[in-house]
């Protein structure tokens, strides 16, 4: 009952094969591609751990059944860096200290990445409603929010990326 | 030399130098701690202290942490004890470390010590470089001598690293790819899930276990008692393999509902071990003496760590490797050892992180499933991994408390006499403290039960914690029910009793302002000599711009809440500014927190932040639901947590004080937060809500039926 599938994932073409046709992307990203900046948090599309760029959209990969994804372009937080520099989101997590276990922030950043693409001066509360499906329990919420507002000021200010 | 001190109890039960600190990395300082990284930034703070001590650039300090190959045993991670004890014990070895290098130079050098000192790592004659260096002179230093205590430590104020904002180093790959337990590989990994009861009173009548041994990749599965799990090569097969094997299986009935009302009745007329404390005198007052009486409740809370508990474990010639977010690597060693019939020092327990726990969460227990899984498929890694729902289901629960106090007021508006009764389940049955207290162990074919625990009235243990005011009284007494019978399994959630205990002392003071007429901080600095928690709440007042005179029963207000946590840890006063005409939303929190000499400046505000909205969580949203059976809530829609749209805007003042000795921050936001919530409210409505949450639902109904 398996099945072969052609996945694009952060510019690159792999083929995965898988025992169950349901089976979600992020079970393929974390254990095939060893993608572990997808994480699991709820399995139920409640948390956004597992959020993803399918398509630039920001998806969640515990709920994608890996045949549904096949060919679109797929980029995980190990995709986001470019040329060995970070993503201004990525820099700006560090540089505003805004995190405490972490185990949010790649969903966080990836969620807030599908924003930054489409539209380069979100408000603050448009950022926050963005990322209002997005849990995290360290409560770093405040610190997210102003990191990101930062990096996107900065951004715009003509650092560009 | 300074006076010989008191050694922290850290550094008494690991005596000596090389338990602490080691150079045999060359152009390295590798320090050792069973403290772990738990998002609170521990580790960085522990490296600060170690580079100053030891004259070394930070990122040649390397921190070995949570290993029992390696580390001290310093116990557990917990109580916001890390900075003070574990991280005072590291200071004095390294300083003694710095010492010996110098006395070592000095012999070689044939120089006086005084003209000798250390940076980078070299040695120093008369301000230049000499030809040593803490690794040349290393074979010198006898390492297996025990710490004195007696070293000088650097002065902050001379420091590069201490009491200054330092990136923290776990950060960056934490958004870069993998970084915690979850996230580990081994060559020939298994991948498991196991399966539970519906609920924690059912029990296995019969199984096919051949139903999961038929899917693909599956290489065990396994079942004794009321344990059952499946290894597999992949881990979605595991995940299907237990829906196969759950499909299979048949429970014994329960649909026992273990409580139908509320918390305050169901908790006041339980069972109880009782102990108590007193304190002063009552005296006679003259003229008008005010009394209040007001019993305030929390629901049981979650700890809902975003990333469920996952372990890894290995079985190999009989020595059984751990990989775990446990905090506490060497008491897990321990009950595993009891658990799993295995000599303890044939159990390795290294700490890789997980998502943030805030107490006991699911990581010993599902250590304890990799374990017993491990040592079925020897020589194989087996990791398991929690689904949510199990997370959710089985980890320990933060008890459900209820607290009752009477206090009167006399007519200077000085505090007469305060006595209060808490009724509360345990909150530190960690694995080891009482017993083995691992789940898979209570549910083997020979089982290992969790032991009836009850605690005493004692201000370190959980239920107490913080139940006595910090205000002057002439008179004071306190009396703990300890629930030890609760049908649902409670342990440590951060700040344990803390949180409903500065709840209900806050809300009761503002009660007994209010009843004075009084305004809330000016009554508190009324009533509270301690200068440090004076000045704390003066400054979240000034930083919040405090007004005395605020009307009430607009729909919005401002409330305040103040604690030391567990009377010896950081002061935090904190200033909620909500607005309660429709869900309660919290606008804005301004905070003042006096930790001492804060190592990481910017870690402290951080944890404080964090503090203040998981407070606001909790105060605002979470309870634990229970159905027929146990816990009802299994994921994130029966289970809420405040989300980013909610988030407050929050100002942290830090009141740094490099000479005093740093205190604990972990935990001291959660109940002055709560405190400043639930005031606040009652401040916006003219109505005092007792219970918690502060939801819609109960705020209606308080204000049809005000009690
Ligand atoms: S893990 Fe996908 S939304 Fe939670
Ligand atoms: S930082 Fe821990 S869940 Fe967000």
């Given amino acids: 009952m398996s099945s072969t599938f052609q996945l694009l994932v952060n510019g690159q073409s792999h083929r995965v094969t898988v025992d169950y046709d349901d089976t979600p992307l992020l079970y393929v990203l974390r254990d095939d591609l060893r993608l572990k900046g997808v994480r699991f948090g709820c399995g139920a599309g409640q948390c956004g751990a597992c959020t993803v760029l399918i398509d630039g959209r920001a998806e969640r990969s515990c709920e994608l059944p890996v045949w549904s994804v096949e060919g679109r372009p797929i980029t995980t937080i190990e995709g986001l860096a470019t040329a060995g520099r970070m993503h201004p989101l990525q820099r700006a997590i560090i540089d505003g200290q805004a995190g405490q276990c972490g185990f949010c922030l790649s969903g966080i950043i990836m969620k807030a990445a599908e924003l930054i693409e489409r539209d380069h001066q979100p408000s603050r509360e448009k950022l926050a409603a963005a990322l209002d499906e997005n849990l995290c329990r360290c409560g770093a919420h405040a610190r997210i929010l102003n990191a990101i507002e930062r990096a996107w000021k900065e951004d715009s200010a003509g650092g560009g990326k | ?707």
């Fill in chain 2, 1 to 707: 030399m300074s006076e010989p001190v008191r050694l922290p109890w850290s550094l008494r039960d690991n005596p000596i130098l090389r338990q602490w600190v080691d150079f045999s990395v060359p152009g390295t300082a590798r320090v050792f701690t069973a403290k772990v990284e738990l998002g609170q930034g521990i580790l960085t703070a522990l490296a600060q202290i170690a580079a100053d001590e030891l004259r070394l650039p930070i990122e040649r300090i390397a921190v070995v942490s949570g290993d029992t190959r390696h580390s001290p045993n310093e116990s557990y991670t917990a109580g916001s004890m890390s900075i003070e004890i574990g991280g005072s014990s590291l200071r004095l070895a390294c300083a003694e470390a710095r010492e010996l290098m110098i006395e070592a130079a000095a012999r070689r050098l044939k120089a006086d010590k005084a003209r000798l000192s250390v940076a980078g790592g070299s040695i120093l004659l008369d301000g230049r470089q000499s030809d040593l260096d803490y690794w040349k002179l290393a074979p010198e230093i006898d390492m297996n001598r025990a710490v004195s205590g007696t070293a000088t430590l650097t002065d902050p104020k001379d420091a590069t690293y201490l009491g200054r904002s330092t990136a923290r180093f776990d950060l960056p790959a934490k958004v870069a790819g993998g970084a915690f337990v979850h996230d580990l590989e081994f060559p020939g990994m298994l991948h498991a899930r196991v399966l539970r009861p519906p609920s924690a009173n059912m029990h296995l009548t019969a199984i096919d276990l051949s139903a999961a041994e038929r899917r693909p990749g599956v290489v065990k599965v396994w079942r004794s008692g009321d344990f059952a799990a499946v290894c597999c090569e992949r881990e979605y097969q595991a995940v299907k393999a237990i829906e196969a094997l759950r499909a299979s299986a048949s429970w014994t009935h329960d649909d026992r509902l273990l409580i139908a009302g509320n918390w305050k009745d169901w908790l006041t007329t339980r069972l109880a071990v009782d102990s108590q404390s007193e304190t002063g005198r009552r005296s006679p007052v003259e003229g008008d003496v005010i009394r209040r009486k007001a019993i305030y409740s929390k629901p049981p809370i979650a700890h809902a760590s975003l990333g469920p508990s996952c372990a890894v474990a290995c079985f190999n010639d009989g020595a059984l490797s751990v990989w775990t977010h446990s905090q506490g690597v060497f008491p897990l060693r321990e009950a595993l050892a009891k658990a799993l019939s295995v000599d303890p020092r044939r159990i390795e327990v290294i700490h890789a992180q997980g998502a943030g726990c805030y107490g006991h969460n699911g990581a010993d227990d599902v250590a304890m499933d990799a374990a017993l899984l491990a040592m079925q498929v020897p020589t194989r890694h087996v990791r398991v991994q929690w689904m949510r729902e199990d997370e959710f289901a089985w980890a320990p629960i933060g008890s459900p408390m209820a607290v009752a106090i009477e206090g009167a007021v006399g007519p200077d508006g000085k505090l007469l006499e305060w006595s209060s009764e808490i009724w509360s389940g345990p909150h530190g049955r960690r694995p080891n403290l009482f017993g083995v207290e691992l789940l898979a162990a209570a549910q083997l074919e020979r089982p290992i039960a969790f032991p009836v625990v009850h605690e005493d009235m004692n201000r370190f243990a959980g239920a107490a914690r913080n139940s006595e005011p910090p205000y002057d009284l002439p008179y004071r007494k306190i009396v703990l029910h300890s629930l030890p019978n609760l049908p649902f399994r409670t342990s440590a959630l951060r700040t344990l009793g803390g949180y409903a205990n500065v709840f209900a002392v806050e809300s009761f003071i503002d009660e007994l302002a209010d009843a004075a007429g009084i305004d809330p901080v000016e009554f508190r600095l009324l009533n509270l000599s301690d200068p440090r928690a004076r000045e704390t709440i003066e400054a979240a007042a000034r930083i919040s711009g405090w007004d005395r005179r605020a009307p009430r029963g607009t729909g919005r207000a401002s409330g305040i809440g103040f604690a030391r946590y567990k009377t010896t840890a950081a002061y935090v006063a904190a200033v909620a500014r909500v607005d309660a005409n429709e869900r309660v939303r919290v606008e804005r929190v301004d905070c003042a927190v006096d930790a001492g000499l804060a190592v990481n400046p910017d870690g402290v505000i951080n944890q404080i932040e964090g503090g203040i909205i998981q407070s606001i969580s909790w105060t605002l949203i979470e309870q634990a639901a229970f159905g027929p059976g146990g816990i009802a809530a299994r994921n994130w829609e029966e289970y809420p947590i405040l989300r980013f749209e909610q988030a407050p805007e929050i100002q942290v003042e830090l009141i740094q004080r490099p000479d005093l000795p740093s205190l604990g921050v972990g935990e001291a936001a959660q109940g002055p937060v709560a405190a400043a919530v639930a005031n606040a409210v009652a401040r916006a409505l003219d109505c005092r809500i007792r219970d918690l949450p502060i939801t819609r639902e109960r705020i209606v109904s308080t204000l049809a039926r005000p009690d």
